[in-house]
């Protein structure tokens, strides 16, 4: 990753993992704190996105609405879905400075899934995440996260993010 | 048509507020199921026009396991072909969507045109004394729109597509905000742990019940109501309500309407197999589905936008859209959870049974308020008639 020093590139992969360590124990709160004040976290299908269709699976375009999906997975749906535990793999491809502090990151990420009715552990969903990550404060956080999910038919619902 | 491909035989209860649980589960019926509704006289909504805008676009779709090709064509015209070449019958498109001149299978390089005109053929004069260009073309189903929507049915023997929408074309055209005069905004896709039938009995309209979200908004629904008729299909139009001085939501654009005219903002339309259509609030949203297998549906939802929306209108239609409804939505998340529970229940013995509304356990209900889930009943005795399960002979007195 030219241009961009080893300890910047450690401090990004610590957030990509302080990321999907929050959804797999399932801390909402945790998985908000990893996004900047003004943020946003996006997640479509490759479908959508090749088509230039605009809808999103999640569309949290500002701070309110990721504070407010917080809010659907633990006070909205509370008991009403087979909860299922995820673990995020995740792979760093390319890293590039946007300009001082930003950097834009895309890896490949999978998302496997255990549902908690059946036992059986399966793919929920694979694809990328295109990120613009904030190194300029004390913690590095997302300014942006775009997840694209590769296939145009989700397996099962989706109740955390991706 | 016998029933001999079903044994043991359904056996209908005698009481039109039952219905078996078994026929959800059972592989017979869903292999009858194939050859009586999805082959039969029914006619399966697949796309709507403004899916496909420009001229070479194409969606690749099912009608229960049979694969189709929908394109628009040179002059604007579009056309539904069954995906499959006419040479040896590979399937010939195998993306979803696109925009393409011509269609070429790989196996002998046959080439159809958005016409499905054969147009490009290697074989030489000669090869073949059976062979000109002209009798081969892509075959088609039976081909009918409405306000935009593209009907097929793979039955020649199926009434016309006004006698089977029997005066629905109006409510059809509400839940689309008035005519088919539609702009895609992009697509939710999801699979469904269930038959699709449990899907047919309780989506596009339920109890409220089940959504906390409407709880704590403390949002009411407006005051509406709901309708069925005797070919399967049933409804509901409301005034729309709006929550008001809710707190749960930091960002209110979410259950933001824009649309004016409150008295029939919030309607949906449910058409005899599967086909569902819903507007509520600023989505307008068609619901491809199709069965893909005894126990699994997909669910195609794709929302629109109107022609005549400026960019922030789409703008704000795109946001809600994305987060209201859908396999993430916060309204729908936990309707696919429900299906899934419905179609588990569904293997004990017995039958799920309709309370709500019900005034004669064994008559058909002819009036529906506005949370009445007698409103089923219809469509179920429609679906016992095509699939010729005999009711039970006792009646009491």
Known sequence: MPGVSLDDLRRIDELQVRYLDALDRKNMAAWAGTFAEEAQYICTTAENEDAGLPLALMMDDCRGRIEDRVKFVEKVWAGTFQDYQTRHFVQRLACTAARAGLYSVRSNFAVAFTRSDTGESSILAAGVYDDLVDLSGGQALFQSKRVVVDSPVLPHYVVYPL | MTERSITPPVVWPTKATEVPKEIFVREDVYREELRRIFMGPEWFPIAHASELPNRGDFKTCFVGEVPLLVTRDDEDELHVFYNSCAHRGAQLETRTSGNKRAFQCPYHRWTFDTKGALIGCPLKPGDSVAFSREK?????????????????????????????????????????????????????????????????????????????????LDWQGGKGCQFANARGHRGFESVLSLPVGQTLLSDASLIEYRGGDLSRGSCSLHLFPLFAAVKHLDTIGLRFVNPRGVDRTELHFAYFGREDDDAEMTRHRVRQSSNLLGPCGMVSMEDAAMFQRLHIGSRTPGMQVFQKGVKDEYAMPREFSQNDEAVNILSWEYYRRVMGFEKEAACPA
Not at chain 2, 141 to 168: E, K, N, Q, W
Request: hydrophobic fraction near 45%; charge should be neutral.
């Open chain 2, 136 to 216: 081969y073309p892509l075959s088609q189903p039976r081909m009918a729109m409405v306000h935009g929507l593209i009907f097929v049915t793979l039955c020649d023997a199926a009434p016309s597509l006004a006698a089977f929408l029997d005066g629905y074309e109006d409510k059809l055209a509400n839940v689309m905000g008035g005519d088919g005069r539609l702009r895609l905004l992009g697509y939710h896709k999801t699979t469904l742990h269930a038959n699709w039938k449990t899907y047919h009995d309780n989506d596009a309209w339920h109890a409220p019940l089940l959504h906390t979200a409407f709880r704590m």
